[in-house]
Every structure is written in structure tokens, then in C-alpha cells.
């Protein structure tokens, strides 16, 4: 048999191996070992390389796209050696990056040109007083006013009593030298400057970071990023489940309980304990303190946002359906309960509706979909599914109840996406040498001890691909599988042994976690179809998907197409912008031009109400299937199915 | 001996008398007795009758002007009847009025063309919104915005997290149907209307009252006005001590303990207790709820309102003895702590100094010499002297720190102006029947139970006039009358012995009593001397002389010069106006106009400092003698010593 040499180039390495070798042996072979998470299925596309000189046979190319193609990209779990060849392997990393319908964080970057002078609202200046005498006995309040004019510009000054019942400590204390942080309202180009006075500290201290908060706040997860508004850079980023979580898991049963007595005030303590204790873990990681935080911009759904300012969220719930306050006025910390500076400034962006809140408004800004030329179509999934199509010139939006599965919530074994989380995977086909057994992915490189949204999704696409389950989520009680068995609560197929996981029990997926997947999928698929018909396109149209929410960040689109969760169509128009909303909230708090685009999206944004929609509900019951009941609406999902059976 | 008939007109009755008969024992002889709380000595006026036509021999004339001897008016008790005549005695009220110089209440009236709807900043409209459906599912907050601007032509509306918190309810509970509070701001003509929203009730209610409160907080006494915004009308009166009293009798002290540990914290509840107790009890009275109360504007010098706002007190008391704040933003009844509507616009008037507070800008405005064409002085005496000077051109203003003493308080029997209290007081001379022996007039008519401010002053003029103290005001203790004895203090005089009082204790007047309303008239009158030089005018060359204050308003200015407190010149040119502050805080209540003018009185007004001031030591150590030791200030002070002894 002949034989041809493969000549890796990174590793400087080199071997001999025979006509008919796999790629990914000859690595072994030369003492590189490639990852294969999906069991060298050419499923995960993890194997990648690039073959820069010669070619191999390629069984499969799934998951790479044209481009890739051309430039020698190969999967070695199915490159076949039929030549000499010489390999790059590029760094795991890259990867991953490369991977771009896979899973992309978006880095967070500084948005170009910052500059805190003019972006932002807030200013930080030094000033320097006159102290007081017999000739002078101007009042403290009037001799800072009189240096901010003097000395910045600022012609007219709020304040409020807390911060004139300390301002003679300060004044005294920094010996007359302080420096004020201001909060600039709007001004028109030549007209004198009006702030409110936000913070007032003895000294002199400009060159220190400048702390401000973005927050977005979801059903499940609220995300903080502390930012210095001084430089722009987010310095710190933490998120947590919210702590209402346990007061019920969606939105509806948060009203509920919301409205019981007490109920309102429990709410509101539940995710300001949240925030709080969000606040306290980003500061502590850069020594600062709560206290120095000086302005928090902040998105919600408008459930959220109500809850968290108590303000009665029962007419969200109950037809027709509205907000106490779509647009509320800027805030104070003390007003809300931030444990941060009392004076910080609170900006809660603006939503539209009931169920399409500023983390949407937010997330379209931050999505660019506003400004783009492109037919778009933009999806935060959530706790919420919501979804917005348009482009530059119009925007229409639409809310679908997705409840919290894909957040890992209401799921036997769901977990949010931290470490012991089972991100991807991937399960042998029945033809494999071990078939139906699974091959996963855990965050961190621990033993698992749940799985995650993306998980979970991944987990419903492989169960329905290799045939353990069918079109409608029934499991087939035939196979030869130890791993389908007779649970506590009905079927279920086991994804993890107690010896292999970090808890030492078993991770299991149930026949009411299917439901309850299938639930959310077709609530956002349905949404998808409602949205497109009401302005008279299809669906296919959509030039670009966009896909924000923190479950969005980790989505396999592969899987999300094939369990029908997202709608057929080229790969490449699928765009992962991880939490869209804390993006915005983050665009916002550092540019008073983004924040009035918000604003400016916030009136433009057209609301349907899908349970004003009479299509809504048959839609929903058709997309209950896996993918869906029509399947010529998801052509490379027949193919996969013919492909694994 | 001839015989005279004398016919009282007013009774229908003719009596016959000898010659030489005083008019005031025919009239008895009628049975018609006259009032004579001075027991006949022609000094305190109130037998003053109108002889209509034949005349009598008038042994004195002391407290008619001339004006009222051309008409005819006489002091009954010092008219000897030579000639028959008719008398008219006019009914006592009205002797009371005409007795301009003694006391003079000014009655609260309306502001000629007083239209809410102009004048207020406050305006209350009756809003029909459409309710919400499916098809318009604009949030309660927009839909009520929306419903200003087409109603009531507001454009921009301000408003809390408090208010948006009830919001929904209140639309909901009045089915759609709502009364608004709006605060409009400054809005120049032909611009859109901005305003707060203050209050929402569901329902309307327009023909309602609209409560406001104008207060003034003095050292001593608090006063409230609780005024209908809709007419105009004050309709309730209630003043109280302030509770504050107890930790310290003037400013100086009060700041001293508030400066202590808790001390700021436990004077801010006090006066707050004062006030909101006011609340109460002038809302009991008209049958209205202090939370109905939507707007409340605040007079009172810069400690107190400093002490209220838990600003800072320390630097008024500290060379260079500046304020935290003279001109404060408009706050919150909630911010303040006034247990009203929370959001009642809580308006502080501007002061300009550290001693000379908004209660002096507010009188000088209530007082009108700001708008004054003569050369005016303005006093406001309270627990401190605040004086000025000036007219339409310029003022100059300047605080002496009285003390409490003309308040009734830190003196022994000394008390407020209420039932029971002597506000005057006539002693006869030692030549009399029963010399030394006092006569009063006590608030109420009921048996006394000790000394306002008025009667004080009263009697430490009539000691001195009948000799029984020197002009140092020592007593001379050779005089035969049981009323001067050594008391547990030194030497007192008995004013009231204990059967006669409501109390039954001895009401006295010790020689400590009598030094501390020496001080507090020297300093008033240092003032005056010192702020006339200072701009290089005597103090005759004042054209009028308006007198405000809660002590003010029950002078007697014989005897306010007879003791050397206020300037010797003819009894017409001193006005006295009553509580100017609260007038002037009902004033800006009432009317935008108003406010602004205060604002500008207290930016025009210039402050002398008399600690800076190195001839005000001088002249108070010169004015602390009775009245003072240069007699020739005081000509009409001579003369009357002269007649006197």
C-alpha cells in the first residue's frame, strides 16, 4: 500500500502513513492529538485544520462554510490521506472564533472615538473655591455654583437636600478644593450647560477610574458590567440567577405573585438583592467601592423593570395588556435601592409593550439592526422570546412566552452556563460502535453536573437526529440503550452515569423536559412566522438573523435549525451577538448619542400582540413538532435525518 | 355751682352734672360705663369719646392725633365738663381700630385680582383618557401625558417614582377619569407649559378647596396659614411654640446642641413635630386632611431653616458666619419631612445671610418698602432683631440678636400672647390713690396668668415712668408698696398677686427679667443706630417706620420708646404690620409674581455684619439704659419723665 507523508507544520513534526489513513490518525500518530468532543462524527467541526499544501478526500465538510473550503480547510475526523500533505493546526482558540455560527462572544470594545468629554453625560471636574470671610460671606451651596460656572461651564445646577446636607462637611473637609461629579443634561450646541449634582468629594480626584454600571435584567439571569467612564473599558462583568427565580420561573407567575400582598415589595427586595450583590462582587474584583459608583443604565423586560421600581406590573398580565411606564423619567439610586452612590443617576431605557422591554430596545440598538440596509431579523431568547423584523426603515416586533427551559430553568437536570455545565453534545448514531451513547462538552473541563441552555438544545437535536426520539418527543423504548430507561417521572434518557459526574448522580433528560423545550422552541418559531406574515414576507427573506440573550451567546445554529427553534437558511446569515441587552444598556451609559437612538427605536418600533393575532396559536401547535409539521419548511433537516438513519 | 346736660347720643340718655365734672364719671352717672384699663390716668386711650358737638376742657391729650381732636375725640377720663354737649362713644372695636398706633392687625386679604390660573404655579385640572384595549396599548403613564397636553395644554411633566407607583391604580379607580395637580414651572409667553405632577385622585374634583399652607418659622412660634388655592382666602390660623424651645432659647444655642451628637437629627424632628401638629390642627378646623395639602411655602430665619432641612448649622454660628444655603431648590414634602401630600411642592424662601433669613425678604416684601418711594425702616422682632433699611432704590439689612425675651420666653412669668396673657399694662405714679398699683388688660378676660411681649415692654416703661426703677433698672427700694420685694432672684416687682391669677402664684417681674429685655432692646436699637450710619443717615431722616413680627403686631410704641427701643419721632410714621414672614410666605404661595419679587429682594439686598462692625459694641453698651444715655434721642421720653415725677 503506498504511503505519503504529512508534514504538520506547527509542530514541525512529521510522519509516513498509508494511503487511507484519516487525518485526524496521523495526527495521533505524530503525537498531536485533535479534539473530537463529538466522537469523530464530523458533527462538531472541533477537528478543523488546514491542509496548506496537497488535498485529502473530504467525506464530509459540515460545518465549514465555501470559504473556509477554498482555503484548505478540512475536518480531519473525515479527511481521508490519499497524497503527501502538509497541515497547519490552528490554535484551539482560533477555532472557536472561526466557528462563527458555533459560538461567538462578541468582545466587548470600547466603542471608537470615545471621548468622556463629549459622549458622556456625566462629567468629572475639579474645583478649586474661594474659602469664605467676613468680605465673602457667600453661602457654601452659591460658592460651588459659582466655581462650577466659573470654572466648567455649568450654568445651572440640580440638587437635591441629601446632597446639600453634606456639601458643607465637603467643602470644609477638602479645605475648599473638591471635586464635583455632574450629570449634563441635554444641551443644545451654544446653549449654556444644566446638570444635577451627583457627587461632591474633598480633593482633588480625576485621575482615578470613574465607576458606572450597566444592568440588564432578566427573568433568570441579571448581568452587570462595571464600567470606568473615564477610559469606557467594562472592567469587571458578573451575573447571577435573580434571585426572584424561586418566586416562580416566568414572567406571569412573577406578576401573580407580585400581586399577592406583600408580594410587590418582596419582588422588588428579591432582585434588588441581586443587583446588589452584583454590585458588591464587580467592585470587589477591581477594590472599588458600591459607593463610587456614581450612574447605572439599565434593561430589563418591562416585568423586570417594573418589578424592580414597584411599580404594579398586574396590567401586564391581564388584557389589554399594558405597562404602567414604557419611558420613566432618570432616577436616583436611593430612589430604586441601588447600594451605590444615593445620588447615582438611574436611567431605565425606554421599552415599547408589555412583553418587548428596553432589553430589546437595547439589544436592537446594540444589534446595529436599526441603522442596517439589510432585511433583519433579530431574536432575544430568554426567559421571553422576543423578536423584531425590519431594518433602517421600519421595525415591528412581537413577544412570545419561550418560559425559562433555555435558560437551563424548569429542566430536571438545567443549570445556568457556569462551570460543571454540559455546553455541547453529541450522541453515536445506531450504526456507531457504541451506539446511542453520548459524547459531551462540560465548561471548565470538570465532570458534569447539568446541562445548559445550549446543552439542552443540543441534547434534543441529537436525540431526535440518531432516532431516540420521534418527530413529536416520544421516546422509542426499543432500542438497545441502556441509557433510555423507566425514570421517577416517565421516560428519560440518562446523558450521564453517577460515577462520571461532579455530584454523583445521574444527569438525566425527561420526557417533560422535552415538553418543555418543545414549548419554548415553538413559542419563538411561531413568532418567527406571525411577525413575517403580518408585514407580508416570508421568512426566508430575512437577509441576516441576529441572535442576542445570554442564552443566544452559547446557540449551536445546526441543532437550533434542526429541532426547528430557528428557521432554515444558510448558515451565514446567522449572527450570535451574545446579551444584546447589556450591550445597549453598556452603549447607552457611555454615549448620549446611543442612548437617544434607543429612545429613537423605542418610538419607531411597531408592537404586534400575537394573542391579538388569530394565527398565532395554530402556528404554535404546528412548530410543537421536531422540527416542525411541515418539514419542507426545513430542507437540510430532511437531509441530516436521511443522512443519520 | 352751674349745671351742664350731657347727652349721649349712641344711648338715648341725658344725664345733668356740675360744672367741672369729668365726662368720664357722667357717663357711669348714664350707666354707661366706660373702659379705663389705666385707671383713669389718660394713658391708655380706650375711654377715648367723640364729642359731637359743645366742647370740654381736655386735661390731656396723650394718644389722640390731631386728626382725632379736630373730629372731636377726647379722652372721656381727662375731660372736664364746662358747657352742656352731646357725646357719641363710639363701640369699642372700634376704638380699638382707631388706636392705629397702638395695635393694629392687619386683616388678611385676597390679593386684589387674585386668579389661580394665572397667579399660581399650582393648577389643578379634571383629565378624560380613553381607556386601554388591544388596539391601543399605550402604557398609563404616556396615556396620561397625553391627555395633559390635549387637556390642559401641558407639554413636559416631571414626575416621581412615588407617583408612577400609584399610578395605575388610581387611573384604574377612577375608571379612566382623573384630577390632576400639576406645579407649572417658569414658563415664558407663547411656550409650551412644563410642570411636576403633584397629586392624582380618581374622579374629578374641581370645585373642591386646593390646600396649600403658608409658614413661618420663628425662634419662638410657629405659624401656619392653611390657604384655599382656589379663592385665594386664608381659611385657618394656628401657631404654636416651636418645639425646639426646649433645647435652647435662641439660634445660637439651638445650633450649639444640634451640633452635638443626634443633636441636628432630634432639633429637625422637633420643629417638624411643630409643624406638622400645626397641620392638623388647622386642617381639623376647616375639616380637611393634611395629606390634601399639595403645596407649602416656608419663611423663617436661615438657623431654622437650616435646622428643618438638616442642613448644617455649624458655619452660621462660626466666624465668618456663613449660611450652606440661601437660595434652595424647590423640594418635596416627603424630602422635608412634612407630613402632608409627599409630593407637595415644598417652596423655602431665599434669605440672603446667616441672621438675616427668607423671614426678612418675605416681610420686606409683605412690608412693601421694596416698591417703597420714602425712605423706609423695616424691623421684624422676634427671638433675633432683623432691621432694614432702604426703599425702592437700595436696602441694607442687619440682624441683633435679641433673644427670646419680647417672645415671653426666658423670662420669669413671661408667655405667649394667648388667653391669659397681660399685654398691657398702666402702673399709677406715687401720687395717685393707690400708687404703684398696677392695672392690665389680659388677653381673654380671664384672671392672668403672665406677661406676653406686649405687656413686658409695657411694664418696664411704666416702672421706669413711675420711678419705681432707675434708668439702669435698678429698683428703688425706698418706695412704700408691698409690690417691691426681695424675691428667691433679688428684687421683684408683683404684678398680679397670687388670688387675682389663673394660676394662683404670684405674678412677677424680677430684676433678671428686666436685663434680659434691656439686652434685647439695646441690641434692636444699636442696630437701627448702626445701619442708618453706615450708609450715612440719621435715624430721623426714616419717612416710616414698618414693624413686623409676632411681638410687632401688639406694640405699643409709646412705650416701645419710652424704654429706648424704637427711634423717638412722631407716633405716625411707625406702621405695624403683624407677622410679615407668613404674610410674605402667603404672599409667593398665592402668587408666581410675588415669589420672583422676593427672589430679587433678597439678590438686591445688601447684608452689613455687625460682629464685623466695630461701632455696634458702642452703641449697644449706650442703649442698654432707659431709654437710652443720650436723653436727647428721646425728647418726648424727657418730657414725659418730666410730667410724670
Redesign the interface.
Known amino acids: 500500500m503506498a504511503e505519503h507523508t504529512v508534514t504538520f507544520d506547527t509542530h514541525a513534526t512529521t510522519v509516513r502513513v498509508p494511503t487511507g489513513t484519516l487525518l485526524v490518525d496521523a495526527a495521533r500518530l505524530a503525537g498531536i492529538p485533535l479534539s473530537q468532543p463529538c466522537g469523530g462524527q464530523g458533527r462538531c467541526g472541533r477537528c478543523a485544520v488546514q491542509v496548506t499544501s496537497g488535498s485529502v478526500r473530504s467525506r464530509s465538510t459540515l460545518r465549514l462554510n465555501s470559504e473556509d473550503i477554498a482555503s484548505g480547510y478540512t475536518l480531519a475526523c473525515q479527511s481521508v490521506i490519499e497524497g503527501n500533505i502538509n497541515v497547519t493546526i490552528p490554535p484551539q482558540d482560533k477555532i472557536e472564533r472561526r466557528l462563527t455560527t458555533d459560538r461567538t462572544v462578541a468582545e466587548v470594545t470600547v466603542p471608537p472615538g470615545y471621548d468622556p468629554g463629549q459622549s458622556q453625560t456625566i462629567r468629572r471636574v475639579f474645583l478649586s473655591l474661594a474659602p ?3 468680605d ?7 460658592r460651588l455654583q459659582t466655581a462650577l460656572r466659573n470654572q466648567a461651564g455649568i450654568s445651572s445646577l ?4 441629601r446632597m ?2 453634606q ?3 465637603v467643602l ?1 473637609e477638602g479645605e475648599w478644593q473638591v471635586t464635583a461629579v455632574i450629570d449634563i443634561a441635554e444641551a443644545k450646541p451654544g446653549q449654556a450647560l444644566e446638570g444635577r449634582l451627583v457627587a461632591l468629594t474633598p480633593g482633588r480626584h480625576v485621575d482615578e477610574p470613574l465607576w458606572g454600571a450597566a444592568v440588564d435584567i432578566g427573568t433568570t439571569t441579571v448581568t452587570l458590567w462595571l464600567v470606568d467612564l473615564a477610559s469606557g473599558t467594562v472592567r469587571a462583568q458578573a451575573s447571577e440567577y435573580n434571585q426572584q427565580i424561586n418566586r416562580g420561573e416566568d414572567v406571569v407567575s412573577r406578576i401573580i405573585y407580585a400581586s399577592k400582598n406583600g408580594g410587590a415589595a418582596e419582588m422588588r427586595s428579591l432582585v434588588l438583592g441581586t443587583i446588589n450583590g452584583l454590585f458588591q462582587t464587580a467592585c470587589k474584583r477591581v477594590k472599588a467601592n458600591p459607593a463610587e459608583v456614581i450612574k447605572a443604565t439599565i434593561a430589563g423586560n418591562s416585568t423586570m423593570t417594573h418589578l424592580l ?4 406590573a ?2 401586564i398580565r391581564l ?11 432618570l ?1 436616583t439610586a436611593a ?2 435601592g441601588l447600594e451605590i452612590h444615593p445620588e447615582a443617576t438611574v436611567d431605565c431605557l425606554p421599552g415599547i ?2 412583553y418587548v422591554g428596553s432589553d430589546i430596545t437595547a439589544g436592537v440598538y446594540s444589534s446595529g439592526m436599526d441603522d442596517a440596509e439589510k432585511l433583519t431579523l433579530f431574536m432575544d431568547v430568554g426567559t421571553n422570546g422576543e423578536i423584531v423584523l425590519g431594518s433602517h426603515e421600519w421595525l415591528i416586533s412581537c413577544a412570545c412566552s419561550a418560559g425559562p427551559a433555555f435558560e437551563g430553568a424548569g429542566v430536571s437536570d438545567g443549570m445556568r452556563a457556569t462551570s460543571g455545565a454540559i455546553e455541547e453534545i453529541w450522541i453515536a448514531g445506531r450504526e456507531a460502535a457504541a451506539p446511542y451513547e453520548p459524547n459531551f462538552r462540560v465548561i471548565g473541563n470538570v465532570p458534569p453536573v447539568g446541562l445548559c441552555g445550549s446543552g439542552l438544545l443540543a441534547l434534543l437535536a441529537e436525540l431526535f437526529l440518531t432516532g431516540i426520539i420521534d418527530k413529536g418527543g416520544n421516546f422509542h423504548t426499543s432500542l438497545s440503550t441502556p441509557r433510555v430507561r423507566q425514570g421517577d417521572h416517565g421516560l428519560e434518557y440518562v446523558v450521564a452515569w453517577a460515577k462520571e459526574t461532579g455530584h454523583g448522580r445521574d444527569i438525566v433528560f425527561t420526557r417533560t423536559d422535552i415538553d418543555n423545550l418543545l414549548r419554548a422552541k415553538a413559542a419563538i418559531y411561531a413568532g418567527f412566522s406571525v411577525l413575517a406574515t403580518s408585514v407580508g414576507l416570508s421568512l426566508d427573506m430575512a437577509e441576516q438573523v441576529l441572535i442576542g440573550g445570554s442564552f443566544g451567546k452559547y446557540i449551536n445554529v445546526e441543532k437550533a435549525v434542526q429541532i426547528g427553534l430557528l428557521p432554515d437558511m444558510p448558515w451565514d446569515r446567522f449572527s450570535f451577538l451574545g446579551n444584546t441587552s447589556v450591550k445597549g444598556a453598556y452603549n447607552a451609559l457611555l454615549d448620549r448619542e446611543a442612548r437617544k437612538k434607543i429612545t429613537d427605536i423605542a418610538s419607531r418600533m411597531t ?1 404586534l ?1 400575537l ?2 393575532d388569530n394565527s398565532f396559536y395554530e402556528s404554535f401547535m404546528s412548530a410543537l413538532f421536531l422540527p416542525h409539521t411541515d418539514l419542507s419548511r426545513f430542507p437540510s433537516v430532511a437531509l441530516a435525518i436521511e443522512n443519520e438513519r
Open positions: 469664605p470671610s467676613l465673602d460671606q457667600t453661602d457654601d451651596w452659591s440640580q440638587v437635591s437636600l446639600l446636607q456639601l458643607g462637611a470644609r421600581l414597584g411599580l404594579p398586574q396590567s388584557a389589554p395588556f399594558v405597562t404602567g411606564v414604557n419611558q420613566l423619567p432616577l430612589e430604586v409593550a408589555s408592537y400582540e394573542s391579538a
